[in-house]
Nanobody, 125 residues
Framework: QVQLVESGGGTVQAGGSLRLSCEVS????????ATWFRQAPGNQREGVAL????????AYADSVKGRFTVSQDLAKYTMYLQMNNLKPEDSAMYYC??????????????????WGQGTQVTVSS
């Protein structure tokens, strides 16, 4: 089993920055990929950024390219999402998700095996 705990959400003005963290525990060796998703009220869950655990591969949604950066610290079993130049449309609950195999397509939430409880990000205009 794998447990994921997100933190770092909050309220920020447009143009500001936040860094989200996702701490992983349990059978951490079994995770191959991890992704940040977000979901705003009334919207579908959206894949934001993927990272290959232990590797260098990443992928981003077009809506966040150039503004968000996903990274990992294997020693701390933690994944991060650095969010810069935030916009009101970035407001959502942000979740981290982990996959035991490559999630194809990576933006499909059903391809993930474990989820965190989420952390709220609110961007005011």
């Amino acid at each position: 089993q794998v447990q994921l705990v997100e933190s770092g959400g909050g309220t920020v003005q447009a143009g500001g920055s936040l860094r989200l963290s996702c701490e992983v525990s349990g059978d951490t060796y079994s995770i191959k990929y991890a992704t940040w998703f977000r979901q705003a009220p009334g919207n579908q869950r959206e894949g934001v950024a993927l990272i290959h655990i232990g590797g260098s591969g990443t992928a981003y949604a077009d809506s966040v390219k150039g503004r968000f950066t996903v990274s990992q610290d294997l020693a701390k079993y933690t994944m991060y999402l650095q969010m810069n130049n935030l916009k009101p449309e970035d407001s959502a609950m942000y979740y981290c998700a982990a996959a035991l195999n490559y999630p194809l397509p990576w933006i499909r939430s059903a391809n993930y095996d474990f989820w965190g409880q989420g952390t709220q990000v609110t961007v005011s205009s």
